[in-house]
């Protein structure tokens, strides 16, 4: 099993930074690809960043530009950085390991999830 743990969410205002940070345990080898999605209420989730072994970055267009999603020094450990955020942002926010990057899929571990909510 693998086991996923988000933190890092809160509330912020709107053009604030937030820094949300995951790590996955357990039997982790081969889950090498990580990722951040988030579901506002009455939505599907979505996927938000994700980054591959090599170091490789994907973004969903609406956060493209101020949000970066790195690696911590332990390889199963991922940091999403949102900067200038904005209401629309608000969300619980997942973090998912996998072993491929077919983001639009619903596939590997997930997080319980960590709130952000942004005021305008």
């Known amino acids: 099993q693998v086991q996923v743990v988000e933190s890092g969410g809160g509330l912020v205002q709107a053009g604030d930074s937030l820094r949300l940070s995951c790590i996955a345990s357990?039997?982790?080898?081969?889950?090498?690809?990580m990722g951040w999605y988030r579901q506002a209420p009455g939505n599907e989730r979505e996927f938000v960043a994700g980054?591959?072994?090599?170091?490789?970055?994907d973004y969903a267009d609406s956060v493209e530009g101020r949000f970066t999603i790195s690696r911590g020094q332990n390889k199963y450990t991922v940091v999403l950085l949102m900067n200038s955020v904005k209401p629309e942002d608000t969300a619980t926010y997942y973090c998912?390991?996998?072993?491929?990057?077919?983001?639009?899929?619903?596939?590997?571990?997930w997080g319980q999830g960590t709130q952000v909510t942004v005021s305008s």
């Open positions: 357990g039997r982790v080898f081969g889950f090498d690809f």
């Open positions: 998912n390991t996998r072993t491929s990057p077919d983001w639009k899929s619903e596939r590997g571990y």
């Open positions: 980054i591959s072994p090599s170091g490789r970055s």
